[in-house]
């Protein structure tokens, strides 16, 4: 998720973002559906949000958030636990659970991961918008019919050596998104183009990328360590969950249905594991978007798209943004005190940006941006299309100057595919993005 917070506490999620925010309206949220038709596939759900949010006088719904269900167990054993409200997101990597969701019985038997000085290992994750710290722990995962033994996964705001996060880790800014409120979800599964969450910048002792991995003796954690990148065991670096299956391991489809352009409750699709692997994830006859890979200056996963006459090589493509994000100063921006940023034009207006092809033409991106502060305004409306910000409003550029994110109200009556780095899928060569 490429992940930025504005004022009306919308957020978006990333290597480059985190997640969580919403309406004030509260409500109860119903489950994220587990029930599967096909061993590659599981129901994604935009939706109100785990019932946490909407605790208490300061209760909150979801809006533009996908989630999945995920179950964890045990290595080797029958204890598990079958999570709700994961949150799905193409542009970060790794699973990432919050503590306080799981069952205790169940996180006392998940292995600490250990590193060469016998220290407990633990991972701090940056976001745009802030940070995830805590232990990294195996657990036997399985998704939809899709089953992982002894993968890593972190547990965001651990206990123990990992109740006090490093200045290293915290000194970037942002919110501690340690638990469920601050996350927007029960946790995060970072479905986007590379095979680990940080790969070789990790590698050598002192390195780090999004993710830096620490030495965390019982006085606390520390010295920054190397860590593997490999997607089967031993496994050191979070991997891809998707890499790392034994099959349907190129990447994924993620298909969602068209809205209503005045917003809607819910909407339920599907994602689909692999890429040409199965009679159901066809890449058929999908643009596909050439993308950066990890030897590029701002890494991995980014395209260029085209807007106002702009190049904009910075750009991506994000189901964990839960917005449109670009500059149009000629678009009026909204008058209410707490929807600073956000677009109002007085009629739905169409937005027509283009994003470079594989094949060196452009296709069309075009979609229709509605008044901002209306959608958000709905209660118990947490599906809200067209809705987008000027990231300039308040400084939201520094990462990625140079960019147009289409986040996932980008995906909704599409299918989109991510196309794992270094894996072929459909006959081409990862990473990329298609629809």
């Avoid at 940056?126 to 995962?141: E, I, N």
């Avoid at 501690?176 to 050598?204: E, S």
């Avoid at 994830?281 to 050439?290: D, E, F, Q, Y």
């Avoid at 798209?305 to 991506?316: E, I, K, N, V």
Wanted: hydrophobic share 40%.
């Amino acid at each position: 998720m490429k992940v930025w917070a504005l004022a009306a506490m919308l957020v978006m999620l990333a290597a480059c973002g985190g997640g969580g925010g919403g309406s004030s309206t509260t409500t109860t949220p119903t489950p994220t559906p587990v029930v599967t038709a096909a061993a590659n596939t599981a129901v994604i759900t935009v939706d109100a949000g785990p019932p946490a949010l909407a605790t208490g006088p300061n209760g909150f719904i979801s809006d533009n958030l996908a989630f999945v269900s995920v179950t964890l167990c045990a290595p080797g054993g029958s204890n598990c636990q079958t999570i709700d409200h994961v949150q799905v997101d193409t542009g970060s990597v790794g699973l990432r659970i919050e503590q306080s969701v799981l069952n205790p019985s169940l996180l006392a038997a998940l292995p600490t991961q250990g590193d060469a000085s016998g220290a407990q290992v633990g991972e701090c994750y940056q976001y745009v918008d802030g940070y995830a710290f805590g232990s990294v722990r195996d657990a036997d995962f399985q998704i939809g019919g899709e089953k992982v033994a002894g993968m890593p996964l972190q547990v965001i705001g651990d206990t123990g050596a990992f109740s006090t996060v490093p200045s290293s880790c915290s000194s970037s800014g942002g919110a501690n998104l340690n638990t469920v409120t601050a996350l927007g979800a029960n946790g995060v599964i970072g479905l986007g183009v590379t095979q680990t969450d940080c790969g070789a910048a990790c590698t050598v002792a002192g390195g780090s990328g999004a993710a830096i991995y620490y030495d965390c003796p019982a006085s606390g954690c520390g010295q920054v360590i190397a860590q593997a990148a490999s997607t089967t065991a031993p496994f050191q670096q979070l991997p891809n969950p998707i890499a790392a299956m034994g099959v349907d391991n190129n990447g994924l489809i993620i298909t969602l249905p068209a809205v209503s352009a005045s917003g809607q409750a819910s909407a339920t699709g599907k994602i689909f594991f692999g890429i040409g692997t199965q009679s159901n994830n066809a890449l058929g006859s999908a643009t596909v978007l050439a993308t950066t890979d990890e030897t590029a200056r701002d890494g991995s996963g980014l395209i260029t798209a085209t807007y106002m006459g702009q190049s904009l090589p910075d750009s991506f493509l994000d189901s964990g943004s839960n917005l449109y994000l670009f500059v149009d100063s000629t678009i009026p921006t909204c008058t209410g005190a707490n929807f600073t940023g956000y677009y109002c034009p007085s009629a739905p207006i169409q937005i027509s940006p283009t994003i470079l092809a594989e094949n060196g033409g452009a296709v069309s991106a075009a979609f229709q941006l509605n008044n901002a502060q209306t959608l958000l305004s709905l209660s118990n409306t947490s599906v809200l299309p067209g809705v987008g910000a000027n990231p300039t409003a308040q400084n939201l550029m520094n990462a990625y100057p140079s960019s147009f994110d289409f986040g996932l109200p980008f995906f909704y009556g599409r299918s989109i595919y991510t196309a794992i780095e270094g894996r072929t899928a459909g006959g081409l060569a990862g990473p990329f993005f298609a629809y």
